[in-house]
């Protein structure tokens, strides 16, 4: 059986071979492709990659943190999930606030620099304290803006109501799984000033048919090799738990790129990665106490027989 895992090895080799060079908003550099799809039969396993690990419990925090509706990363952090440190940790440093250390392109300089490396695990340790321990700060600093849990559930109208998209989109599939309808957009341009990171995935339409459900993502923009393996676990973890609550299979998870790029700092690891054979893919257990989306905990889900190839770390461009 071919791996579903070879539809993402094949972008990343067809982005490198066929790609264009591309400048970016962070300054590190690409090599992109523009439109793309892969297809994930969710039945065949859970699409968690192989060839490298990928942390699920990171996954699975940050999806619950956006069905919950939170923009403030004080929740991820008590779920010991670091992913969206650095762009809170920017708007501190480049506050009148902060008294320490230029930390000018700090996510650059601190992989090449030992002691500036020091300096900004230091800087870090103290803006995570500081989240946990102190509400005023979080309040602050924690703050991400109107970033996907905000849309998914509170997406703010003209006439100053709010409209929550994902349970909309849920009793929709229970009454009517036949509408062409099933959509929640997170990409609202009212709001985008005020993000710390526009949503790369910006759009997701459900589907039920021969009672399966399947899903699929528009993604403006995808990091190849750090941040599309954790939106393909994302959203078929996402198509899991909507479809136990509706009584549903799981059918597919459809993943369409538009600017599908890696950075110049990643090429030798996505070639390390592309060396690797993939194995099988695990399966997802979701608790039986699971029977409504927005009450899901970590100690619900779980990952069983998830057997990968080791780490492969890369920075990450802010």
């Known amino acids: 059986m071919v791996s579903n895992e070879q539809a993402y090895l094949d972008l990343c080799r067809m982005i490198i071979e066929t790609g264009t060079v591309k400048e970016d908003r962070t300054g590190t550099g690409t090599i992109s492709i523009f439109g793309h799809q892969m297809r994930f039969d969710l039945s065949k396993g859970f699409p968690l990659l192989t060839t490298k690990r990928v942390p699920f419990k990171l996954i699975a925090s940050e999806l619950l943190w956006f069905i919950k509706g939170d923009t403030n990363i004080k929740y991820l952090l008590e779920n010991n999930n670091n992913i969206w440190n650095e762009w809170a940790f920017k708007r501190w440093i480049e506050s009148k606030e902060y008294e320490g250390p230029d930390m000018t392109n700090f996510g650059l300089r601190s992989l090449e620099d030992e002691a500036f490396s020091v300096q900004y695990e230091q800087q870090l340790d103290k803006f ?57 957009s997170a990409w609202n341009p009212e709001d985008v000033p005020t993000m710390a990171l526009p949503p790369c995935h910006t759009l997701f339409q459900f589907n039920v048919s021969d009672g399966k459900l399947s899903c699929q993502l528009y993604q403006r923009s995808g990091d190849v090799f750090l941040g599309v393996p954790f939106n393909i676990a994302s959203y078929a973890l996402l198509t899991h738990l909507i479809a136990k609550e509706c009584n549903l299979e799981v059918g597919e998870f459809i993943h369409t790129l538009g600017d599908a790029h890696i950075y110049s700092n990643h090429i030798d690891q996505v070639r390390t990665q592309l060396s690797r054979e993939p194995r099988e893919f695990p399966q997802l257990i979701i608790s039986d106490e699971v029977q409504n989306v ?9 990952i069983e027989n998830y057997n990968p190839h080791p780490t492969i770390k890369a920075p990450i461009a802010v």
């Open 128 to 184: 995570k304290k500081l989240i946990l321990e102190n509400e005023e700060f979080a309040q602050t600093y924690g703050e991400l803006g109107d970033v996907y849990g905000k849309q998914w559930r509170a997406w703010k109208t003209t006439t100053g109501e709010f409209i929550d998209q994902l349970q909309q989109i849920i009793e929709m599939i229970k009454t009517n799984p036949s509408s062409r309808r099933l959509i929640v």
């Open 294 to 302: 927005f009450e899901c905990e970590m100690k619900h889900l779980a």
